[in-house]
């Protein structure tokens, strides 16, 4: 294992009432009534109001004597303008907190609706590298994927609907005061949903590891969530009613999340936020897409940090070398990818013209976001631009 240096003082910061487990949604008044609100907006979307989860949890919420509003405008990869609508219910109804209930959408509408309904402005005003520590409603959050992590980061991701830029809004305002990670919540996702969130975990466990801010508490969460997401991903993805492959699943994103949350993400996810905005492909799908090329990109520049995850995913042995057993893992997230039937943006539909034609100002976004200095391998505009091309196909 990597050594630490004993000198080195890091922060960590995690919601400070979690309740993990199956069921863990019944305690949800509980929790919300314990912070003293009495008005609460539940974020959601209309798919989770179609299946009655919506209506399960403001029953919840109302039988712990709160009076909840819903809304239900979430969209996916959510928008300035989506959140126009989302800031008028909060106003309207006069909400002292915000639920997030869903996948990763709407745990980042609600936590951007927290901070604009305190604090106003334009979410630009809070893009990275500005860190925002100020006032903002509560935020509760119940995922219902076991991939984004948002539940327990302090980040939100708002794409700017003029430009077409996602951006990377970091700081403790977004971070939740709360949530609930019920794994039964994650029962009927279906494969493709659930391979896509499943690397997605991954991809945050790995790259929170190798991070440049990489600290060994973060450390400890990045092994657990690998060997996690090792023995478990495949098994739930091929029948999402193993409940013992969901649970897992469930607790190994929520620990990636508090991870990377804390030493923050690489290359990869500078890289897939342009494709998310550019393209509307999910933010799990296009870190997938990402995933091999980049950790082949980046291994040589980390050795023994790759090979600390190669043991923890099962694919390298203590008497492996470490060069053998980062090569191993590069090998092993490519089958994975494969096994899971990751497209290619090709596969996907892109066109390679738009494709070409947008590489530099993807190249230029993601170097923008922070997140490509973070890597161990620090690229240049030219080096992302080359990935790009190399990953169409």
Known sequence: MTTFDTAAVCEFAQPPDMRVGGGALEKIGEVVAALGVSRPLVVTDAFLVSTGLAERVTKLLGAAGLTPALFSGTVPDPTTESLVDGLRAVRDGGCDAVIGLGGGSPMDTAKALALLAVQGGTMRDYKAPRQNTGPALPIVA????????????????????????????????????????????????????????????????????????????????????????????????????????????????????????????????????????????????????????????SADAATTRYADCARAFGVASGTDSDEQAATALVDAISALCTDLEVPTPAAYGIDEADWNRLIPTMAEQALASGSPANNPRVPSAREIETLYARIYR
């Open 142 to 297: 119940v995922p219902t994927t076991a991939g984004s992590g948002s539940e327990a980061t302090q980040f939100t991701i708002i794409t700017d609907s003029a430009s077409d830029e996602k951006m990377l809004c970091p700081g403790r305002s977004f971070l939740p005061v709360a949530a609930i990670v019920d794994y039964e919540l994650t029962l009927s996702m279906p494969p493709r949903l659930t391979a896509d969130t499943g690397i997605d975990a991954l991809t945050h466990a790995v790259e929170a590891y190798v991070s440049r801010k990489a600290n060994p508490l973060s450390d400890s969460l990045c092994l657990a969530a690998i060997a996690t997401i090792g023995r478990h991903l495949r098994h739930a993805v091929a029948d999402g009613f193993n409940r013992e492959a969901r649970a897992a699943m469930m607790l190994a994103a929520t620990q990636a999340g508090i991870a990377f949350s804390n030493s923050s993400v690489a290359l990869i996810h500078g890289m897939s936020r342009p494709i998310g905005a550019h393209f509307h492909v999910a933010h799990g799908l296009s870190n997938a897409m990402l995933f091999p090329a980049v950790a082949a990109y």
